[in-house]
């Protein structure tokens, strides 16, 4: 009945906040306009915590915790900005940068890319761990689409967008550790796909150059992940 | 099936053993198995037909001392032969009753000397598959009196009263878990057992499972019974054949018995277990990831909170403990948990079961009470370092744990001393290293395996442990500098405070406890371009060639 | 008005776009020519490197023997040694080949398909197995993403140089 005991009062970064019992720390701070770098985490899909940029600092928890998926409580204390997790962030980001051949000047996403803007918003100019230079297949077998696996974060976004919006679970995930790469049905070339609708959600929610339309490249076309949240209240509608 | 009954299969499974003036008891473990001791069992039992001695030859599970196997022990003498083989049989046949074959004798010297057989009490004194032979030692009377006599309150009672903490490595009060997924509303709940042991150099659950199968179904029906459950799942490693076959024979004799299935021990009780196979990955030992793999899916860990007593498998409220864990469960209903409490130290009480392996004498399994030292550990029961060499450092806890030096041998073994001294229980390997094992390359080899197993989902241990492999790689090639020291220290703090899972955070501990305790070595292999054991080789160009001053 | 400093600019292996954008900075050339000397340059005719120079620009990766040679003079030399661009910076498309290995790289260019068939080896550097960014063999002082930087920020890096400051390009300028 009564909305008060849905309501969380919690500080974040010193400041004072409300928010509803149904919260996750990000919304929370995102809506008070405290930024919490992200990069697996898309409205409208499901959260995997794997990215792990928005690691936060919550007083009396042992560990830090990722504010995607940990809720409001009352009374919790926040830091979303401290030298030692700005550290963390920036190494995370480079464990990124490093691990595959993230090429910016070359890729079809410079200037719409979300791992590139993180490097710039978190400060990052350089990489000093050493990069891995893997030898990594692009499939252009599909008429429409690429997956270029050297710019692929591995962040499951075409997988959760394959599966709990369009319903074709065409995306996957094969391979364990440094091997790990997303696959369309059963390792089948995307072409071949028997599963693939060929709806495109997986391209817009791609936040690097992995995935693309063949038509934008050396067009700067920017993608359009902002469709999922009203893609999510229509169909609630039409069910409703 | 009720009290009378039970003492009634009890008794006739006593009878039937007292017919025979001679057991010998022959190790069918996995390692004696390799051995060929099932060749050895028939030849024996060949040997006493034709001998017509009055004897029943008995295949078991692990005995124990696994260096000497194959092993074989004769009852009621309680004498034990070591390194038999098939052509043995003759001797062992002709010396029952008499003087024991001396040239058998395995020299096991104090290797029983202070162990505590609670986890371990039937290993080798019954026939696995045999549930019978279970019940005639005390085999599910704890089972029957917690159906008959105990609420599920009182059963938590008595396992919180006992201190039994999680086998498995993380060391969680058992009762307390219990308890929390007791009271969690939820119609449906389960039951899991944990044996997807992957640490390199352990063998704790697989020979459980392998010896005493049934003693895990019982612990798992107490647990069932005392949250509320009505289906539990073994999650067992598939390069556990021996074991998954004969859980799988003991499952179906405990249905046979009514231990399983709908309206247990006539009670309103309805408990059942399936066996799942795991496919082999570490991470799965995770309890997130064990049940994105019951459920069918790709076995990667998940954020914990929900934590899995709240919301487990299908969703449901679920309890998992390990198979050591549940191994002691039924020991402690049958004495209470004060006799658990009595063994033990002040935060960790009773038993804990160690494979003991590496550069020692005496390989094997062994259960102490804990408060043993590892002092006690190594040189009395294991006899010490192998080949009169000197010891130099002895590793707990697999990937996750650490090795621990000299300094560190009077520690009494419990969860809080081993994570001070910056190693951890884990789930009971024990590795002793002498003086020919390079601390940089022991590292070197458990991040390797962290890097392989690692699922991918997060970049921290994803990205963070090649990255680590690499540093420690370049350090036993002689061609790392000071700046890469500093770097694998910074990428140790990063991927432990960051990583998604237990695997990642705990990843960096063997360079961690190695920095510790043995930065001498490090620092040999940067500044020197030597190795204090010997291991590493250097090639006095492969250095320059890689930075590029020499190409051909 | 501070003391003429003393600037240099090399070209590793890169493209020369982060020299070209230096030449972008247009009028305002002449106003920095003023405060600095500019004393060895692919764009001034200086065959040695001089002993001593506040300012290095590095654009490019190193990739060969001779790359390496360079940069290991020029770090000595050189106060402030600045990373250009992002070849400099990452290896960026230099590096493109460290996924295939130089002998294939050699074989695609100087082999396949070509009439007259000759791996060059007399006259010329040899190349190193990997290409590897700037402060992977050196250290760096500042580093300047982009590719190329924009002539605003080579501005930028400058002006602050010149006052002394060692400029963070961090939240200003970005890779590619």
């Known amino acids: 009945m009564s909305g008060e005991a849905n309501v969380r009062t919690l500080t974040v970064d010193g400041e004072e906040i409300s928010a509803r019992a149904d919260q996750t720390i990000l919304e929370a701070a995102r809506e008070h306009n405290v930024g919490i770098p992200t990069l697996c985490h898309l409205e409208g899909l499901s959260e995997v915590g794997a990215c792990r940029l928005c690691l936060v600092e919550v007083k009396g928890a042992r560990r830090l915790l990722p504010a995607c998926v940990t809720r409001v409580e009352e009374g919790m204390e926040v830091t979303t900005h401290s030298p030692k997790i700005d550290r963390y962030r920036t190494m995370i980001l480079e464990l990124f940068f490093a691990e595959r051949n993230h090429i910016c000047s070359i890729c079809v996403a410079n200037g719409n890319c979300e791992l590139q803007s993180l490097a710039l918003t978190l400060g990052m100019t350089h990489v000093e761990i050493p990069y891995q230079y893997p030898q990594l297949p692009v499939d252009a077998s599909h008429p429409r689409f690429t997956v270029d696996h050297n710019r692929c974060v591995l962040c499951t976004r075409c997988v959760r967008v394959c599966s709990e919006i369009e319903g074709a679970n065409t995306w996957g995930v094969m391979g364990r550790g440094a091997q790990s790469l997303v696959i369309t049905d059963l390792k089948e070339p995307w072409g071949d796909s028997e599963t693939c609708t060929s709806c495109g959600k997986c391209v817009q929610v791609c936040p690097t150059g992995a995935l693309f339309e063949k038509s934008s490249v050396g067009s700067k076309v920017r993608k359009h992940p902002e469709f999922l949240p009203y893609l999510r209240i229509m169909r609630e509608e039409d069910q409703a | 099936m009720n009290v009378e009954e039970l003492q009634q299969i009890a008794g006739s499974a006593q009878e039937e053993r007292e017919k025979f003036d001679y057991e010998v008891n022959v190790c069918m473990g996995t390692s004696c198995l390799s051995q060929h001791s099932d060749k050895i069992r028939d030849a024996i039992a060949k040997e006493a037909s034709a001998c017509g001695k009055s004897c029943h030859v008995r295949r078991t599970g692990c005995m124990g001392p696994c260096a000497a196997g194959p092993m074989v022990m004769i009852e009621p003498a309680e004498t034990r032969y070591g390194h038999v083989r098939e052509e043995d049989a003759k001797d062992i046949v002709a010396a029952l009753g008499g003087e024991p074959v001396a040239r058998l004798d395995p020299q096991l010297g104090s290797y029983f000397e202070g162990q505590n057989f609670v986890v371990l009490e039937n290993v080798g004194h019954i026939d696995p598959e045999k549930i019978d032979e279970y019940i005639a030692r005390g085999g599910y009377e704890a089972l029957l009196k917690v159906l008959t006599e105990m609420s599920p309150g009182s059963v938590i009672e008595q396992i919180s009263k006992s201190g039994l903490r999680g086998r498995g490595g993380g060391g969680y009060p058992t009762g307390l878990k219990w308890d929390t997924v007791a009271k969690v509303k939820g119609a449906q709940k389960y039951v899991i057992c944990n044996g997807d042991e992957g640490d390199p150099g352990a063998f704790m659950d697989r020979s459980v499972l392998e010896s005493d199968p049934q003693r895990v179904i019982e612990g798992m029906a107490i647990a069932a019974y005392a949250i509320g459950a009505n289906k539990g799942y073994v999650y067992v490693r598939a390069e556990y054949p021996l074991a998954v076959q004969r859980l799988t024979v003991a499952l179906r004799e405990a249905r046979r018995r009514g231990f399983l299935g709908n309206a247990i021990c006539e009670t309103t009780f309805n408990f059942d277990i399936d066996v799942r196979l795991g496919a082999g990955a570490f991470v799965c030992g995770e309890e997130t990831a064990l049940i994105a793999s019951i459920e069918g899916k790709r076995g990667m860990p998940r954020p914990r909170p929900p934590y899995p007593a709240v919301s487990g498998l299908w969703g449901d409220p679920t309890l998992i403990n390990n198979v050591e864990t549940f191994a002691n469960v039924a020991p402690i209903i049958r004495h209470g948990g004060e006799w658990f409490a009595s063994m033990g130290t002040a935060r960790s009480k009773g038993t804990k079961v160690f494979a003991l392996t590496g550069k020692i004498q005496r390989t094997g399994l062994v259960e102490i009470p804990m408060g043993m030292t590892l002092r006690q550990i190594i040189f009395g029961i294991g006899g010490g370092v192998a080949d009169g060499r000197k010891f130099k450092a002895v590793q707990t806890g697999g990937p996750s744990g650490g090795c621990m030096p000299e300094e560190h041998l009077d520690l009494s073994i419990s969860y809080d001393a081993l994570i001070s001294a910056g190693s951890m229980m884990g789930s009971g390997g024990m590795i002793v290293m002498d003086d020919t094992s390079c601390m940089v390359s022991v590292a070197r080899f458990f991040m390797e395996f962290c890097m392989t197993e690692s699922c991918g989902k997060c970049v921290p241990c994803r990205a963070g442990t090649v990255q680590m492999f690499e540093l420690l790689t370049k350090i036993t090639k002689g061609e790392a500098t000071h700046r890469d020291l500093d770097r694998l220290t910074e990428l140790c703090e990063v991927v432990g405070a960051t990583s998604l899972c237990g695997l990642g955070q705990t990843a960096p501990n063997p360079v961690l406890s190695t920095l510790r305790y043995f930065k001498h070595e490090y620092l040999a292999h940067i500044e020197e371009k030597r190795c204090p054991a010997g291991v590493c080789e250097f090639s006095a160009t492969a250095a320059d060639t890689r930075r590029g001053e020499v190409h051909v | ?176």
């Open chain 3, 1 to 176: 008005m501070s003391e003429v400093k003393t600037l240099a600019t090399v070209w590793l292996d890169g493209c020369s776009g982060c020299h070209m954008s230096l030449l972008d900075l247009d009028e305002r050339l002449i106003e920095l020519s003023s405060q600095f000397q500019l004393v060895y340059s692919p764009l001034v005719d200086r065959k040695t490197f001089p002993d001593r120079v506040d300012v290095t620009l590095v654009e490019g990766a190193v990739a060969s023997v001779d790359d390496l040679k360079k940069i290991r003079k020029i770090r000595e030399h050189t106060r402030v040694l600045v990373s250009l661009g992002d070849c400099a910076l990452t290896g960026n498309v230099s590096a493109m080949r460290n996924t295939v290995g130089v002998q294939p790289v050699l074989f695609r260019v100087y082999e396949e398909n070509v009439l007259q068939k000759q791996i060059p080896t007399i006259g010329v550097p040899a190349l190193l197995d990997r290409v590897c960014p700037v402060h992977e063999v050196v250290p760096v002082d500042v580093f300047v993403p982009g590719c190329p930087p924009s002539a605003d920020t080579i501005y930028q890096v400058l002006s602050e140089l010149l006052a002394g400051r060692v400029p963070s390009l961090g939240g200003v300028a970005h890779f590619g």
